[in-house]
T-cell receptor, first 113, second 113 residues
Framework: EADIYQTPRYLVIGTGKKITLECSQTMGHDKMYWYQQDPGMELHLIHYSYGVNSTEKGDLSSESTVSRIRTEHFPLTLESARPSHTSQYLC????????????FGPGTRLLVL | KNQVEQSPQSLIILEGKNCTLQCNYTVSPFSNLRWYKQDTGRGPVSLTIMTFSENTKSNGRYTATLDADTKQSSLHITASQLSDSASYICVVSAKAAGNKLTFGGGTRVLVKP
């Protein structure tokens, strides 16, 4: 079982609210990722980081922002939630070299009303 | 454009039976191919990883094959159990752009008693 944690697991929130999804890993991995996944659909990369103070946007355009101040922590923030942000958000991490298998957290299911 | 196509989209099998899932990809240049298992409401968990030179890899009752010439992979589940009910995702990594991953849409497997 991978040591990567996400909170909250479930979140129901009203339109316009600011939210932060937390992701932490205790494996010392240098690379971290955020994916968005709608029910029954494939994962889409929205943000990634290859180290502290390094963040990049992924393939899928997202209104969210991320920060990487500490190696183990990679929070995702939505300044103003909208119903179109309703989805599952998955955080993952990997270590450079050696195949770079990504280890996923349990996900956060977000519902914006 | 790099793509990963999986078939079938969904599959129902009886407990104890075998099944095979297919994955075709156009990712180039190829680095490696992974199969992940994703239980409902959870993050994906890596089952196998294969590089260009490997054509088969087993993990318990899961056996993955790779034909890098035809760009096809399969995942065979032997003597299925109820706990095998999940989505199985084929993920291909490209050598360029920092081992960028391309995700398939997944095959949803339901094992019935």
């Amino acid at each position: 079982e991978a040591d990567i944690y996400q909170t909250p697991r479930y979140l129901v929130i009203g339109t316009g609210k600011k939210i932060t999804l937390e992701c932490s890993q205790t494996m010392g991995h240098d690379k971290m990722y955020w994916y968005q996944q709608d029910p029954g659909m494939e994962l889409h990369l929205i943000h990634y980081s290859y180290g502290v103070n390094s963040t990049e946007k992924g393939d899928l355009s997202s209104e969210s922002t991320v920060s990487r101040i500490r190696t183990e922590h990679f929070p995702l923030t939505l300044e103003s939630a909208r119903p179109s942000h309703t989805s599952q958000y998955l955080c993952a991490s990997s270590v450079s070299g050696g195949g770079e298998t990504q280890y996923f957290g349990p996900g956060t299911r977000l519902l914006v009303l | 454009k790099n793509q990963v196509e999986q078939s079938p989209q969904s599959l129902i099998i009886l407990e104890g039976k075998n099944c095979t899932l297919q994955c075709n990809y156009t990712v180039s240049p190829f680095s490696n191919l992974r199969w992940y298992k994703q239980d409902t409401g959870r993050g994906p968990v890596s089952l196998t990883i294969m590089t260009f030179s490997e054509n088969t890899k087993s993990n318990g009752r899961y056996t993955a094959t790779l034909d890098a010439d035809t760009k096809q992979s399969s995942l065979h589940i032997t003597a299925s159990q109820l706990s095998d009910s999940a989505s199985y995702i084929c993920v291909v990594s490209a050598k360029a752009a920092g081992n960028k991953l391309t995700f398939g849409g997944g095959t949803r497997v339901l094992v019935k008693p």
